[in-house]
């Protein structure tokens, strides 16, 4: 299975998501429309969200010193974690506040086509920014259903970008249908209400990315797949008698893994370092993501 690139689906993001912030608020101020403000708002909250991604990235990509022994990788995660704050604060909760603002003094769009346009534009250029992260996930997520991916991915910048993207072409389709409903209607009370649905969409995409995070956060493992086919590898070997433990974590897109087994009888105390020395090179072969492994030979679990 191919690898995801985390950091081509940022750029994809930032870049469409520029685009139609400047758009968006040209529109705003044009036509007066909360939807198309609280999409504005959400859109450069979703420029900084992506910049803060790539800082995260940054971060993880540091060598491993004396403070962290295993490496930087779950800064990843940290940044991730603040990304859903972000999405679900300067996003969801503004653009709630804006909805019911408006509620109570409701005025009509102006130029409701200029408004259209853009949106419909945004909704295009979001269109490519999802085919784009879409084509990394599908590297990654195999036979899965999106759900289940989301669920079980253990990329988190991945899973932001996706999620990100989901909820704003869900703002955007809603702020052109509320907008056109108030158009059709004569009803500016509309799209205040789009304003409020857009919200409550962004806080609970938020919501769902931050429970995603917050475990890998807390020291998720490697995901079941992996660690069945590490279990696997280790059984196959000529050297090991028997698995008993099997223990990883996720740090990044780098994994820990610690194994606890009988061996083969290997002649001496050297013949056994060697032997686990052979089956740890197989495992960094196989498993190039494996970095750390700690090996521990008993007699019993």
Same mark, same amino acid.
């Given at each position: 299975?191919?690898?995801?690139?985390?950091?081509?689906?940022?750029?994809?993001?930032?870049?469409?998501?520029?685009?139609?912030?400047?758009?968006?608020?040209?529109?705003?101020?044009?036509?007066?429309?909360?939807?198309?403000?609280?999409?504005?708002?959400?859109?450069?909250?979703?420029?900084?969200?992506?910049?803060?991604?790539?800082?995260?990235?940054?971060?993880?990509?540091?060598? %491993?010193?004396?403070?962290? %022994?295993?490496?930087?990788?779950?800064?990843?995660?940290?940044?991730?974690f603040i990304v859903a704050l972000m999405l679900?604060?300067?996003?969801?909760?503004?653009?709630?506040?804006?909805?019911?603002?408006?509620?109570? $003094?409701?005025?009509?769009?102006?130029? !409701?086509?200029?408004?259209?346009?853009?949106?419909?534009?945004?909704?295009?250029?979001?269109?490519?920014?999802?085919?784009?992260?879409?084509?990394?996930?599908?590297?990654?997520?195999?036979?899965?259903?999106?759900?289940?991916?989301?669920?079980?991915?253990?990329?988190? $910048?991945?899973?932001?970008?996706?999620?990100?993207?989901?909820?704003?072409?869900?703002?955007?389709?809603?702020?052109?249908?509320?907008?056109?409903?108030?158009?059709?209607?004569?009803?500016?009370?509309?799209?205040?209400?789009?304003?409020?649905?857009?919200?409550?969409?962004?806080?609970?995409?938020?919501?769902?990315?931050?429970?995603?995070?917050?475990?890998?956060?807390?020291?998720?493992?490697?995901?079941?797949?992996?660690?069945?086919?590490?279990?696997?590898?280790?059984? !196959?070997?000529?050297?090991?008698?028997?698995?008993?433990?099997?223990?990883?974590?996720?740090?990044?897109?780098?994994?820990?893994?610690?194994?606890?087994?009988?061996?083969? %009888?290997?002649?001496?105390?050297?013949?056994?370092?060697?032997?686990?020395?052979?089956?740890?090179?197989?495992?960094?072969? !196989?498993?190039?993501?494996?970095?750390?492994?700690?090996?521990?030979?008993?007699?019993?679990?």
């Amino acid at each position: 299975m191919a690898s995801a690139n985390s950091l081509r689906s940022i750029i994809y993001a930032l870049g469409a998501n520029f685009a139609i912030a400047v758009a968006k608020t040209a529109g705003a101020v044009f036509t007066g429309s909360s939807s198309m403000l609280a999409e504005a708002v959400h859109s450069y909250a979703d420029c900084g969200n992506q910049a803060l991604l790539l800082w995260g990235l940054r971060e993880a990509s540091r060598e %491993p010193d004396a403070e962290h %022994p295993l490496g930087h990788g779950r800064a990843s995660y940290f940044w991730s974690f603040i990304v859903a704050l972000m999405l679900f604060s300067m996003g969801g909760l503004f653009s709630i506040y804006e909805g019911i603002h408006k509620l109570h $003094e409701a005025e009509p769009v102006r130029f !409701a086509g200029v408004a259209i346009a853009i949106l419909a534009f945004g909704v295009a250029a979001e269109s490519v920014s999802l085919w784009g992260c879409l084509r990394e996930v599908n590297k990654e997520r195999g036979d899965q259903s999106l759900w289940s991916w989301f669920r079980s991915t253990r990329n988190s $910048e991945l899973l932001v970008i996706f999620g990100e993207d989901v909820a704003a072409l869900g703002g955007l389709s809603c702020a052109l249908a509320f907008i056109s409903l108030s158009l059709v209607t004569g009803e500016p009370r509309w799209d205040a209400v789009g304003s409020i649905v857009i919200g409550a969409l962004l806080v609970v995409v938020a919501f769902l990315i931050a429970v995603e995070v917050k475990s890998l956060l807390m020291g998720q493992s490697a995901d079941a797949q992996m660690q069945q086919r590490l279990r696997e590898h280790l059984q !196959a070997r000529s050297e090991v008698a028997e698995v008993y433990r099997v223990i990883t974590q996720q740090l990044g897109s780098e994994v820990m893994l610690a194994v606890k087994a009988r061996m083969h %009888p290997q002649g001496g105390e050297t013949e056994l370092i060697e032997a686990i020395n052979r089956v740890e090179a197989s495992l960094h072969a !196989a498993f190039p993501q494996v970095r750390w492994i700690f090996f521990e030979p008993d007699l019993s679990d």
